[in-house]
């Protein structure tokens, strides 16, 4: 039987809400495969935590999860509570970091009974491979006098490893789908980084002769996503054009709600993190209508990294089932609950 340790941090908000779920459709599918077991430890690392403690997490936090296979995240933020910035940079943000977690990747597809907002979306299904520990989220900056006179500067980094890394990235996951990488630059506004990442990007490309590429303005990206999202395949993009186009990637789904992601760690040292997009929508919390699903395409993204490709890709067709027979969330337009949801994922599962 292969095993895997998770450390689960449900968070905030609805994190509370859809980690349990997604916790019981994947003991659903381990009960059901038969050779696979998730062995989970809960972590209570929250916002409340800090006004506790005075801190996200333990000194010995990332010392601590060091040990786990993976990490299965829920949601960081209150900031009736805790100010946004110091909740996501000391717990989201302080692994991704620590952990070397240099790439996040965000899928975006057609689901099958949610309905898009997009008039003509056709049959869409592109993922956004984002360079995540640099870029423009550097922390390199500062802030000098006041009143008139203050002046902020806010450097953005970028480093030839950490583009490149991102780039043959995608490049290897183009190779497993329809071959193509879209590049999102910027080089005709940003005077040193974009050239720069066009620069790394016409490199890379040169060792995959059987890919097809392409390299499109931020700007223009943003508005090709809204009229013809079809036409893409796996996008390579910055730490903020990619933040920007894996939200509006959730927005033409139809729903932020069922939005997944993987942050990964690629040289072995460090556990990958598994987070859905969405924050922890205080203004739902307690009402049981928090939608699951990207919690699940969550742990369905987390199965494909253990290999488990094969029961990852079922977990998904029997999302798309149940979302194709209207058994949804509110926020995208059903009457379900949490609870309901889950609750027919794990039947359906059953019936494998």
Known sequence: MKKFEIAVIPGDGIGREVVPAALKVLD??????????????????SCEYYLEHGEMMPEEGLQTLANFNAIFLGAVGNPKLVPDHISLWGLLVKIRREF??????????LIKGVKSPLANPKDFDLIVVRENSEGEYSEIGGRIHRGEDEIT?????FTRKGT?????YAFELAKKRRGRVTSATKSNGIFHSMPFWDEVFNDVKKDYPTIETESIH????????????HMFDVIVASNLFGDILTDLGAAIMGSIGIAPAANININGKYPSMFEPVHGSAPDIVGKGIANPIGQIWTAKMMLDHFGENELGTKLLDIVEQVTEAGIVTPDIGGTATTNEVTEEICKRIKQL
């Open 164 to 168: 490149e890394r991102a780039m043959r």
């Open 100 to 109: 070397e977690q240099v790439i996040n990747i965000r899928p975006a597809k």
């Open 28 to 45: 659903t599918l381990c009960e059901v495969h038969g050779g696979l077991r998730f062995e989970t430890t809960q972590f209570d690392w």
């Open 218 to 229: 931020i700007d223009a990206l943003a508005a090709f996503f809204v009229n013809r999202p």
């Open 153 to 157: 500067v806010q450097n953005a980094i």
